[in-house]
């Protein structure tokens, strides 16, 4: 799309899942000139993705993998500015990175657990949008960007063995919907997009490695792929300047809440 021409866009969690088909799906609608800084812990993963998407659009497209944990808020203050100059002025923050531990249920929730969701999840995405934001507010009379939040069906309705999960996503939709409106006033777009289910390593990381229970998440159903989230961020950011997706729940087919789904015996 020419309305993405010529911009710079931030992904977290880019090694993986959704976060990396946005990367890919930016790339693609836009080869001509788009700087992409891809971001995660994975770095060398991160430069694999860097390398297949070179390859696949050629050089219109700079892309900038750089490793960040968005949990550590040293890293994410640090984050602009140790980006390259050309890199500094961000268009497009989408936050993605996040993470669901466990599926124990209240008086057996791991600690360890809760801590990683909740500083992934809540205070990485909103260290994030601070971070980016100081860059976004330079543009413009009163500062111009698409802050572009993944939440979740989770953030909107809670389901046994996922209350902390849940509990994080809910707070990105409260803190979304906040900050929309703290910055009414700038050409800054605050935008929400909550999947349902989506096949990825979220499973995988749930289960904490154990494919087998992975797998047994998705049997019988035909859930979303990364890729079907990747088009409604893409689509969210090119919409013209005064056009806001504000908010947008996708589930696959067979999925119509949390936990109601159509299972083939
Ligand atoms: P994946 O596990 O496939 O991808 C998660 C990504 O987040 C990875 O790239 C991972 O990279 C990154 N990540 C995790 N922790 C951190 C961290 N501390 N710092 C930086 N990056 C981190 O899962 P999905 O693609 O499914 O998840 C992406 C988002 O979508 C999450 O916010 C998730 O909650 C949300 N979501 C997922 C749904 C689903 O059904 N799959 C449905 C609704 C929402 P690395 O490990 O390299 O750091
Ligand atoms: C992921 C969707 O409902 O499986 O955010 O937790 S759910």
Redesign the pocket.
């Known amino acids: 799309s020419r309305r993405l021409e010529g911009k710079t866009i931030v992904v977290?969690?880019?090694?993986?899942?959704?976060?990396?088909a946005t990367a890919i799906e930016f790339a693609r609608t836009s080869p001509k000139s788009l700087k992409l800084i891809i971001?995660?812990?994975?770095i060398d993963?991160l430069k694999e993705i860097a390398a297949e998407i070179t390859k696949e659009v050629g050089e219109g497209v700079k892309v900038l993998p750089v490793q960040?944990?968005?949990?550590k808020a040293d890293q994410v203050r640090n984050f602009v500015g140790n980006l390259p100059e050309e890199f500094r002025e961000i268009d497009v923050l989408v936050n993605?990175?996040?993470?669901?531990k466990g599926v124990d249920k209240i008086g057996d929730i791991k600690e360890d657990d809760i801590q990683v969701m909740m500083d992934?999840?809540v205070h990485?995405l909103i260290n994030m949008t601070q971070a980016v934001l100081q860059s976004m507010r330079k543009r413009g009379e009163s500062g111009a960007g698409d802050i572009i939040n993944?939440?979740?069906?989770?953030g909107r309705e809670g389901y046994p063995g996922g209350a902390i999960y849940c509990a994080t996503?809910a707070a990105v939709r409260t803190f979304t919907d906040a900050i929309r409106k703290e910055l009414i006033a700038t050409r800054i777009r605050v935008m929400e997009i909550?999947?349902?289910?989506?096949?990825?390593?979220?499973s995988?990381?749930r289960f904490y490695g154990d494919k087998s229970k992975a797998d047994a998440v998705y049997k019988g159903v035909d859930?979303l792929t990364?890729s079907d989230i990747a088009e409604t961020v893409v689509f969210a950011a090119a919409r013209p300047e005064n056009v806001v997706i504000a908010d947008m729940l996708i589930f696959p087919n067979h999925q119509a809440a949390a936990t109601v789904m159509y299972r083939k015996p």
Not at 12 to 20: L, R, Y
């Open positions: 977290t969690g880019a090694s993986s899942g959704i976060g990396k971001t995660a812990r994975r993963t960040l944990d968005v949990s993605n990175a996040g993470l669901v992934t999840n990485g993944i939440g979740s069906i989770a996503k909550d999947p349902g289910q989506v096949e990825t390593e979220f995988v990381v859930p990364p």
